[in-house]
């Protein structure tokens, strides 16, 4: 966890991490949900997305171990660094 964004949340069972992502027009948020599913599909590991109009809700874990790989984390790093690029 500390090498990822402190907005990054780990889940009570330990089993998921995930962060809220806020943006000030439904275009922004799209877009930077379609950065995140481009992510996705180049490491081959795909979060659950929950989009709103002004809000992104992301959510990584990995079903074939029933909890957390650094894939996971990985993963969360390169989102984190969309919004700093």
């Known amino acids: 966890m500390e090498a990822i964004h402190p907005d990054w949340t780990l889940s009570?069972?330990?089993l998921e991490i995930s962060r809220h992502f806020e943006f000030p027009a439904y275009s922004r948020t799209l877009g930077f949900a379609n950065a995140?599913?481009?992510?996705?599909?180049?490491?081959?590991h795909h979060p659950v997305l929950t989009v709103s109009y002004g809000t992104l809700d992301v959510?990584?874990?990995?079903?074939?171990?029933?909890?957390?790989?650094?894939?996971?984390?990985i993963c969360a790093a390169k989102i984190d660094r969309l919004l700093n690029s």
């Open 36 to 44: 995140v599913a481009w992510i996705a599909i180049s490491e081959g």
């Open 59 to 73: 959510s990584y874990t990995t079903h074939a171990v029933d909890g957390l790989t650094d894939n996971d984390f």
């Open 12 to 14: 009570d069972d330990g």
